[in-house]
């Protein structure tokens, strides 16, 4: 007898709840908001084909799927509290949510983020993950705060998940070695959830970096009503990245997607509390540019020459 649907998440997906005052198992989960505190709350769907390779081992797609929302949370400096997972399956295999739950869960405990609740279904391969975490009244890192003169920063290295994709689509040959860390890249993005909390107070606008640097950072500009200048050799790139021709690396890095780094801005006289953040979270952070007040995005050579670029961001419908 195959698993039914109420065994299956009593076997992978309850556990006790532990900040929640009511986990799963009920109707609704009951959260405790602190006095002080907002709740933060977003939401990320991952399809088959669509956001992930049929190749994906299932404790990576676990880890993925929970990693791009701590990622939400991360870019508005919240805190992770819980998290609700919607499920669709083709079939119960049990191979696929032994590995699945256990990608997700490890994630979630290192996180101190708690599973209370979920809808299971029978479809084609979909995730939903709904996150909620907490940050003190009005703290929250926003795209709309960036102002002219504050520098532009990057978490990390860009590009390496999308090396990874041209790797997997036979466009580029890379070494086992090179390999494995793109493919790292791709599959368990680490979110940058200590970096976001230390931010908070420090700088001026925050967003992450799923659709591409120059695209998610067009959200921050229109949000805020700003332009910016980025000067692209200082994009970073992993040394896997950086043995590739000029043009490839720029796509990568600058109209990637999927790097889940945090791209922020904040005031030159913060400077110093910025790099006190990144050793704080133990995540490198690097100066790309500036924030002006003419609009639009000027993308410059290290000699100050402007390029010209075509890099769109990703959209679905286009
Ligand atoms: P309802 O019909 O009231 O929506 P369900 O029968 O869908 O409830 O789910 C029963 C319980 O199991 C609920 O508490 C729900 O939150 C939980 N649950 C369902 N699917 C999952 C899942 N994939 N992960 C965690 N909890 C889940
Ligand atoms: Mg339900």
């Known amino acids: 007898m195959p698993l039914g649907e109420f065994e299956l998440i009593e076997r992978y997906f309850s556990r006790p709840a532990r900040r929640a005052v009511l986990g799963g198992g009920d109707d609704c989960a009951l959260l405790a908001v602190q006095p002080g505190m907002q709740l933060a709350v977003s939401t990320d769907m991952l399809l088959e084909g669509r956001h992930f390779l049929a190749t994906v081992a299932p404790e990576r797609l676990g880890h993925k799927a929970l990693a791009v929302n701590l990622s939400d949370l991360a870019a508005c400096g919240a805190r992770p509290l819980a998290f609700t997972l919607a499920l669709a399956l083709p079939a119960v295999d049990e191979i696929f949510l032994g590995g699945f739950a256990r990608g997700l869960l490890a994630l979630a405990e290192r996180h101190d983020c708690e599973l209370v609740g979920g809808d299971t279904t029978r479809g084609p391969l979909a995730i939903c993950i709904s996150v909620f975490g907490e940050v003190?009244?009005?703290?929250?890192?926003?795209?709309?705060?960036?102002?002219?003169?504050?520098?532009?920063?990057?978490?990390?290295?860009?590009?390496?998940?999308?090396?990874?994709?041209?790797?997997?689509?036979?466009?580029?040959?890379?070494?086992?070695?090179?390999?494995?860390?793109?493919?790292?890249?791709?599959?368990?993005?680490?979110?940058?959830?200590?970096?976001?909390?230390?931010?908070?107070?420090?700088?001026?606008?925050?967003?992450?970096?799923?659709?591409?640097?120059?695209?998610?950072?067009?959200?921050?500009?229109?949000?805020?009503?700003?332009?910016?200048?980025?000067?692209?050799?200082?994009?970073?790139?992993?040394?896997?990245?950086?043995?590739?021709?000029?043009?490839?690396?720029?796509?990568?890095?600058?109209?990637?997607?999927?790097?889940?780094?945090?791209?922020?801005?904040?005031?030159?006289?913060?400077a110093a509390a910025v790099a006190a953040a990144a050793r704080e979270a133990g995540v490198a952070v690097t100066c790309i540019g500036r924030i002006e007040g003419v609009t639009g995005l000027r993308l410059l050579e290290s000699s100050g020459a402007p390029v010209a670029h075509d890099f769109g961001s990703f959209d679905h419908f286009r």
Do not use: K, N
């Open 136 to 270: 003190p009244d009005g703290q929250a890192l926003l795209r709309s705060g960036a102002r002219a003169g504050d520098d532009l920063y990057v978490s990390g290295h860009l590009g390496d998940a999308r090396l990874s994709l041209e790797a997997f689509r036979g466009r580029v040959d890379l070494d086992g070695q090179a390999f494995t860390l793109v493919r790292d890249a791709m599959e368990v993005p680490e979110p940058r959830v200590a970096l976001g909390l230390a931010l908070r107070g420090v700088a001026s606008s925050a967003i992450d970096i799923s659709d591409g640097l120059l695209g998610d950072l067009g959200h921050i500009l229109e949000r805020s009503g700003v332009g910016a200048s980025v000067e692209i050799d200082r994009v970073p790139r992993s040394a896997a990245l950086r043995t590739q021709p000029p043009r490839l690396q720029r796509l990568c890095s600058l109209a990637g997607g999927d790097d889940y780094e945090l791209v922020f801005s904040a005031p030159p006289e913060r």
